[in-house]
Structures are given as C-alpha cells and as structure tokens.
C-alpha cells in the first residue's frame, strides 16, 4: 500500500485557513486512478488534543516509517503549524497504527 498526506479545507481559493492534514492511499501509485481519501482529516486545528501553535492552520506534513520506532512507533509524522497569532511552529505526531491504515496519530509535545 502506498500513502500520501495533503493538505485541505473547506473554504475556497489557496491555502484559504484553516488547513487540515488529509491521507489517500493506493495499491498501485503508477496506475493512473483515483486515489482512496480518508472520509476525515487525519490532523485539524480542532482536534480535542490541539495545542496553543496549531489553533490557526496546519500546513506541510512529512511522514516516514521508522524501523527501529526511536519514537515508540512505527510512523512518524513532521508537520508544520501556525498559531492564531501567525507564529509557525513543527509538531510531531506518531502512528502505532497496526492494520498499517496510518487513521490514528498521538501528538507529541513540542519542547521550545
């Protein structure tokens, strides 16, 4: 399976805020077709467990596998966040996701 993270909002126009990180994924990514997207965000600034950096948008996300799990997982995500006030700030998350679905991801604190 392959997967590819992008970014998404309800509003119209470029990059119209706020931005929420979504998942699609195919079986062959060379196959010209429609890749499978998730019904919801995997990342959102309204998340119960969003933090004071990510309350405006998220933006860029960057996701790798990580053999030996430094983190305690097998999935890492890097992504860029901005608060309310406009300060951008790169949080963390990971994915224990067992059926390799990459569905559910626990941020992890950012130390500034």
Excluded: C, H
Excluded at 16 to 28: E, F, H, V
Excluded at 88 to 101: F, K, N, P, R, V
């Amino acid at each position: 399976r392959y997967w590819l993270t992008y970014l998404g909002g309800n509003k119209f126009g470029y990059e119209s805020l706020p931005l929420s990180i979504g998942l699609a994924s195919t079986d062959d990514p060379s196959a010209p077709r429609v890749w499978q997207k998730m019904s919801n965000p995997i990342l959102t600034v309204n998340d119960p467990d969003v933090r004071a950096f990510e309350t405006g948008t998220l933006y860029k996300s960057f996701v790798f596998r990580d053999q030996a799990q430094s983190l305690g997982a097998p999935f890492v995500m890097y992504y860029n966040a901005k608060s309310a006030n406009g300060n951008e700030t790169i949080g963390m998350a990971i994915s224990q996701d067992i059926q390799i679905l990459l569905e559910d991801w626990r941020k992890l604190w950012v130390l500034n």
